[in-house]
């Protein structure tokens, strides 16, 4: 998976986008106990302001996937069949990723691991099996 893709790097997502140059994924927490990503201004439970970034243990569980065998943007088609997950970080927070490995085991609940691709311009937090 070598696609490059630009982010928008802004004062509210950069301390994510810099924990994963150095290989951390990193999320937002409020007072309230309230986890989250995507990053926001806001705590989206509580609408705090004062929030606090938290590293990730960097063990999360599958909640859904799908596997594209398709490529409906040319960019993708060198990664077919290619597999985009939602995952839950122990710690709460979820994200959209890829799943890297034996995707022939995935599995609602499945226990997957961190793994930054910083083969890239910009680093992505992926995951492995």
């Known amino acids: ?31 309230c ?4 990503l995507p990053p926001s201004r806001h705590c989206p439970a509580c609408l705090n302001e004062n929030v606090t970034w ?20 040319p960019e993708f088609k060198d990664r077919l069949p290619y597999n985009v997950a939602i995952v839950r970080l122990r710690e709460g927070p979820q994200l959209i990723t890829n799943i890297e490995g ?11 691991r961190l793994k930054v691709d910083l083969g890239l311009e910009q680093p992505l937090a992926r995951f492995s099996i």
């Not at 997502?13 to 927490?29: E, H, I, S, T, V």
């Not at 034996?102 to 499945?110: K, N, P, W």
Request: glycine share 8%.
């Open 102 to 112: 034996d995707t022939q085991r995935l599995a609602v609940g499945e226990t997957v």
């Open 54 to 73: 938290q590293q990730a243990s960097g063990e999360a569980t599958v909640v859904s996937w799908v596997v594209y065998h398709v490529a409906y943007n």
């Open 1 to 31: 998976m070598t696609t490059e893709i630009a982010v928008d790097v802004d004062s509210i997502n950069k301390p994510y986008w810099d924990g994963l140059k150095q290989g951390q994924l990193f999320y937002q927490a409020c007072q």
């Open 33 to 36: 106990g309230h986890h989250w």
